[in-house]
């Protein structure tokens, strides 16, 4: 699904340069559950930024699905993040002013491809068992249930690739283990999921654990 | 876009996140709108007066090659008085003699009594040469125009006076007596737009009637009259310029001598009449200053609109964050922004357009304008209307959209603060400009009312308090019963000229011809305004006006032009005026000097002026004067209608306070203090708003800065200063721009007064204080909320 290969990205402000991601390869196969783990401020979040083409690395290359997508103008890099890319964040990050079925339509807006019906969104809301609350808004809902509608925008478009960015931190271990099953289930239909966490009960349940150190990927798990 | 869902699905989606957002921001948002809403409803509203002014005599074909003869009068020195009407001959001199004139054809204004079965109306009508219709091509209804005018009795009608005088249009043939004489109606033309052309009367009597102005056999030897509107086209391609040079020695030849070097005639473009500065002086600067004020206006909306979506912004980063997650583009999240604000300063355009239909009437009685927002006749208007805020919207979204779309996804979506680059100089720059514009306004203003009040007191230089005049030419006996009213000190009379435009001559003084006024005036007037001479004696003038004008009263300004020395040895003088046989003069004696005192506006010098010793104008017209003691004033009044008609005055009492005159007088000035109060306020209320949106925005922005201050031992009170200090920069910075812009523009807005009120100093820092004050009071409670939090809320954030 994905390669990455001598991955390096630095900060430049004023007189400093961090190196946040120091010569990462990587490679992930489709329908693959691969989670990344590492201390707060080891590279994480850059790489999944740097995987959902939302930040360009500064050195190396990137392929995705075939396609190298290091020296890709921002409007191919959305396009292509409409088609194969979807997120799942720690903080929801659910559009307060939509309701759920709403939040859920906006990852097909920007889709391109084939049509689909509006049913999609009750599809994937049933999905996540959040059907009979498509017209709420998300502050009407608990934590784990706006991780679930989170989800369900996530897995509506179809997406090759999840990428979640610690998606339990902020709920509570019952809903935290949901959510894990909601993206077992992604990865068991063939979309590659990548997880960023802090929790080994999480990452227990991907196929492959990455462990980051200072930029740099320092171990790997296969279980 | 294409998409994985329809377009009508996408199109509800966007409307519904722009609604949703504009409801959880409802105030913030109603203001930016309501803003707008005021901006636009000013811009329109001066585009509906300027359309009127601007396409003035539109409907007349070829109305670009026509023109109308003015004449333009002046000696040396003097600024010339322009008057819209020609010597009778001078169109028969222009159809003989100049070959690049298509045609040429006179209107003569008049009043007629109209009868008909027995019915007597007044009208105001023309008497008019048939070729009328051969340069302003008017369409028929009915009949031919200019065949009717070839008439004697010929008749032609607008179809509304058709309708009010004969109950149709079609009454060809029908008679009315006009002054008179049997007239026939031959031909019926469109109604005239109203507002639009200077043709105000909708009955042309043939020029060729008895009756008719131009019948009576034109002026008498070594005289000159003007009264006719003369309107020619000039051929295709043919320059005014050189018809005017062709024209000038030609009506040289009808002038008296007295008059060369005097009189000229020139051609002004039937378009250009309704801003044209002689004959309608301030038209056009009304409009410069009314399109200024309507352009800043629209400015300060425009600003606060952008300043506030742009502080809005702040609670929809997540979801700017989660749409390019989702796969926009930079372009499609700027493109949704951009409808968003389409769809705003639509829905400030219809709330503006509503405004100006509720307050149009009171604008219209206010500012003396006849402005009318006809859009069900025109639609046009409303797709300009359209036109004009999609255009608007653009411009005022383009800022926002450009900023929201160019922040980080990822810093979005993290939760974290992000930096909108620029935004702050921006901001800044546009509170300034707003705040300077306000600053200029306010100063405007006072600078305005200044010189109101200046010409309405000091400039008059004489007590108008509870003075009255009564149009007549001097009844005795009313006078003399008025006088013994208990409630009245004091009666006089004088000549209309002294309330309206006086005559004037031009005095003869060696090589010069200087312009003077000259008034007719008892000697008792000037103890009614309190002003005593400065030189020589009231008392041997004849209290009640003297046969001829042997002996005459003037001002000091006659003394000083006409070259007399000092006032004292100015007494026993003699100086030329007009004696009663054309064109001559007599010498007449100075035995009086006054102060100069006028009741003209103070946008004019005072003229050299001559006071005769004579009760009336001579001609069936005058002013009796009536100091009242100001007590009992009601029943003085009455007192006086009843003596009006019981002396034996057949026509209704005609009576005026002179305060009303000169309040009239200034009726201008009085506008002008309107549309710059108005819109100070307007321009304020925005600012305040545009400050607090600034406010909440400097907030957020140093939300972390404003805890770790706190965190550090930072006390309220200083927090608040420190914020208050940063909102409160821009509006200093506003001063640099507004105070030298202020300064010469009102320099030279005085400058058009011949007298005026210094340009006091003390008036900028007053309105920099208040527009300080104004922000102080918009920003402070938001300032203070922020300043009182508690730091750990500030600092939740990290």
Redesign the interface.
């Known amino acids: 699904m994905l390669i990455l290969t001598e991955i390096t990205k630095t900060y430049t402000t004023s007189e400093v340069e961090t190196r946040a991601l120091d010569a990462v390869s990587l490679e992930v196969a489709q329908g693959e559950f691969l989670a990344v783990m590492g201390p707060s401020g080891c590279g994480k979040s850059t790489l999944l930024n740097v995987l959902g083409l939302l930040d360009r690395p500064s050195e190396g290359t990137y392929k995705l699905a075939g396609t190298e997508v290091t020296g890709l103008p921002s409007a191919k890099l959305a396009r292509l993040r409409g088609e194969h890319i979807a997120f799942v964040f720690q903080n929801f990050n659910l559009i307060d002013d939509l309701t759920v079925a709403e939040n859920v339509e906006v990852s097909l807006l920007y889709r391109h491809g084939p049509a689909v019906t509006k049913d999609r969104v009750g599809l994937v809301l049933d999905q996540v068992g959040m059907a009979h609350r498509a017209g709420h808004r998300p502050q009407q809902l608990s934590g784990g249930q706006q991780q679930r509608v989170a989800i369900a925008r996530a897995l509506a478009g179809n997406p090759g690739l999840i990428l979640a960015d610690e998606p339990t931190g902020n709920l509570d271990s019952a809903n935290g283990e949901q959510v894990i099953e909601l993206l077992q289930q992604a990865a068991q239909a063939g979309t590659t999921v990548i997880m960023v966490t802090h929790s080994h009960r999480d990452a227990a349940a991907a196929q492959r654990i990455v462990e980051m150190l200072d930029g740099r990927i320092v171990g790997e798990t296969r279980l | 876009?294409?998409?994985?869902?329809?377009f009508w699905?996408?199109s509800r989606?966007f409307a519904?996140?722009y609604v949703?957002?504009l409801r959880?921001t409802r105030l913030l948002s109603a203001i930016a709108v309501a803003g707008l809403a005021i901006g636009l409803a000013g811009a329109l509203m001066l585009a509906l007066v300027a359309r009127d002014a601007l396409g003035f005599n539109g409907f007349v074909p070829d109305h670009e090659r026509t023109y109308l003869g003015i004449s333009l009068l002046g000696g040396q020195g003097t600024a010339p008085v322009i008057n819209d009407t020609t010597n009778d001959r001078a169109a028969g001199i222009i159809h003989a003699n100049l070959a690049d004139v298509e045609a040429v054809g006179r209107l003569h204004e008049a009043e007629a009594a109209l009868r008909r079965n027995g019915e007597v109306t007044h009208a105001k009508i023309y008497w008019a040469d048939p070729e009328i219709f051969d340069v302003l091509r008017l369409p028929a209804i009915a009949g031919r125009p200019k065949a009717a005018l070839n008439l004697p009795d010929g008749l032609v009608m607008t179809q509304s006076e058709a309708i009010r005088h004969f109950g149709r249009v079609n009454a060809i043939g029908a008679v009315v007596d006009v002054d008179g004489v049997p007239m026939v109606l031959r031909a019926v033309i469109a109604d005239l737009p109203t507002r639009m052309t200077d043709l105000n009367r909708g009955i042309f009597a043939s020029g060729r009637s008895a009756k008719s102005l131009f019948s009576w056999g034109g002026d008498a030897p070594g005289t000159f009259s003007i009264g006719a509107r003369t309107y020619l086209r000039l051929r295709q391609g043919a320059s005014p310029a050189a018809v005017e040079r062709r024209l000038a020695p030609l009506i040289d030849g009808l002038l008296p001598a007295g008059m060369r070097g005097i009189y000229a005639m020139r051609l002004l473009p039937i378009g250009a009449l309704a801003l044209d500065s002689g004959l309608h002086p301030g038209a056009r600067e009304r409009l410069g200053v009314g399109s200024l004020v309507a352009a800043f206006i629209l400015f300060i909306a425009i600003a606060n609109y952008v300043n506030l979506s742009t502080a809005l912004s702040v609670r929809r980063w997540?979801?700017i964050?989660?749409?390019?997650?989702?796969?926009?583009?930079?372009?499609?999240i700027a493109g949704q922004f951009l409808a968003e604000a389409v769809a705003t300063v639509l829905i400030a355009a219809l709330l503006g357009a509503a405004l100006v239909e509720l307050t149009l009437p009171s604008l219209n009685a206010l500012f003396q304008t006849q402005a009318t927002f006809d859009y069900l006749t025109h639609p046009m208007l409303l797709l300009w209307l359209i036109a004009g805020g999609v255009a608007l919207g653009l411009a005022a979204g383009a800022y926002p959209a450009f900023v929201l779309s160019s922040l980080?996804?990822?810093a979005l979506?993290?939760?974290r603060g992000v930096t909108m680059k620029g935004r702050s100089l921006v901001a800044d720059l546009l509170v300034a400009v707003q705040f300077a514009i306000l600053i200029g306004l306010m100063i405007a203003l006072a600078v305005v009312y200044q010189q109101r009040h200046f010409a309405m007191t000091e400039a008059l230089r004489f007590d108008v308090d509870q003075l009255l005049t009564v149009d007549a030419p001097c009844p005795t006996s009313f006078r003399q019963e008025v006088a013994k009213l208990p409630g009245v000190l004091g009666t006089s009379c004088a000549g209309r000229g002294l309330l309206e435009s006086p005559s004037f001559f031009f005095a003869p003084i060696g090589n010069e011809r200087i312009s003077t006024d000259s008034i007719p005036m008892l000697p008792s007037g000037f103890v009614l305004f309190g002003i005593t001479p400065v030189a020589g004696s009231l008392s041997v003038l004849p209290p009640d006006g003297e046969e001829k004008n042997e002996r005459i009263i003037v001002n000091e300004t006659a003394v000083r032009r006409l070259g007399l020395g000092r006032a004292n040895a100015a007494i026993g003088k003699l100086i030329p005026v007009p004696s009663d046989q054309p064109g001559g003069y007599i010498r007449a004696r100075i035995v009086a000097v006054v102060p100069d005192f006028s009741f003209q506006s103070v946008e004019t010098a005072i003229k050299p002026t001559i006071y005769l010793d004579q009760p009336h104008d001579g001609a069936g017209l005058g002013l009796v004067m009536i100091k009242l003691a100001g007590r009992d004033v009601p029943e003085t009044l009455t007192a006086i209608d009843r003596l009006w008609r019981k002396t034996g005055q057949q026509q209704p009492i005609q009576r005026k306070f002179v305060s009303d005159h000169v309040e009239e007088l200034y009726r201008n000035l009085e506008r002008g203090t309107w549309i710059f109060g108005l819109f100070s306020g307007v321009a304020a209320l925005l600012s305040a708003t545009g400050i607090a949106g600034m406010a909440i925005a400097t907030a957020e922005r140093r939300t972390k800065e404003i805890g770790i201050r706190k965190a550090l031992g930072a006390r309220t009170d200083q927090v608040l200063i420190l914020l208050l200090a940063r909102l409160s920069r821009p509006v200093l910075w506003a001063n640099l721009i507004a105070w030298p812009c202020a300064w010469w523009m009102m320099r030279n807005w005085l400058n058009g007064f011949a007298y005026r009120v210094p340009l006091h100093q003390w008036l900028f820092p007053a309105a920099a204080l208040v527009a300080l004050g104004i922000t102080l009071c918009s920003a402070g409670l938001q300032a203070w909320k922020v300043a009182r939090r508690r730091p750990i809320e500030a600092l939740r954030y990290e």
């Open positions: 876009m294409s998409g994985a869902i329809g699905s996408r989606h519904t996140a949703r957002n959880a997540r979801e964050g989660v749409r390019a997650a989702c796969g926009a583009t930079r372009g499609q980080s996804p990822a979506l993290r939760d």
